[in-house]
């Protein structure tokens, strides 16, 4: 395949006219001259469109797509208690099912090629990405109220290791879900195999101010004190943290999955950013569920995060759409090891974003990035994971009959 004619962004500035040739699943040439013989015969054209490498969910439970708008405006634990976990206790493998490709939908349509999950049902998640065409770390969510899962974790490694799309990982919930035996279990899985440990951290006050009462530690103190944490970490929140929380988050390289506006409206809080940056910590972007962003769109986290930033430390210098813009790309494929970017060698995982559009005029050679972050409402016109097509000119085959189904798949769940 060749992409014709793309803009693609280098060291922040605007370079036109550049062809990118893929074959099977990766990038194999990425240059102005490259010509239309280099490719499998399959031209996309891109001219007046920008070609930017896949956008990273760094955490997400995607299958909340079902329970967008259910309950909004409420607190976190009420939220949980009365309205989302009665609803997540009647759900079936076929909810799941249709609200993953709802989610994926709407990822495709926002550029994003990969997401990190944490859920319930995850082979049937797995399945429903797949046919979609995502590449996903998927994580069964593990609560000691549910002590039988972990041992579904390791058949499910198994099952999914060898995978090209679907990388499998180990998703204790939290550390007032579950016990040091579940987090401990958690890790030894995980390092055995070699996989990502996604977990939920000090996301609220509350948590972690009864935490420190019964425990006499912080959720990070405490996770540090079992050799929980480390590279292979990917720690969502991360907003209530002491300064030595930071100094142990950044020794340990812990990834970070800042869910800007599923904090913001939950009111649970404002991470330190600023410090987790200034310690060395590799910082990415999620979505968090689409129950309580209500998007899954990283251009909205993007804009939300610098905001944000800039206003709690009243400096607007802060926070730089550069910066933003990596964590929802470099940083990310450093946390996830994803070969990806816009070079030869790299997956074909990229994005074309229609460059006509309100949003991005007036376009000079170096305001592409600030674009991006503070000012895209959209216009991805062209989706691409692993060198398969999943959304052309804004076409996503079979997006009608999915939205249907979801539909119906909602009104089932919540009068069943
Ligand atoms: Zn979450």
Redesign the pocket.
Known sequence: MLIKDASIMQDGKLLRDVNIAIEENRIVGIDPGLADGSSDGEVIDASGMLAIPGLINA???LAMTLFRGYADDMELMPWLEEKIWPLEAKLTSEDIHWGVKLGCLEMIRAGITCYND?YYFMDETARATKEMGLRAFLSEVLFDMRPDIIATTEPFIKRWKEDDLIVPALGPHAVYTCSEETLLKSKEIAEKHDVMLHI?LS?TRSEVESFAKNCGQSPVEYLDSLGFLSGRVIA??CIWLSPKDISIIAERKVNVAH?SI?NHKLASGIAPLDQLQMAGANICL?T??AS?NNSLNLFQEMKTTAIAQKCAHSRPDLFRAGEVWKMATENAYAAFRLDLGLRAGALADLALIDLKKPWFCPLTGDNIVSHLVYSAQGGVDTTIVGGRVLMRGGVIPGEEAILDRAQQQFQDLVTR
């Open positions: 955490h997400t439970h944490m939920h996301e969502a929140h869910c599923s999620g968090d569920g309580s």
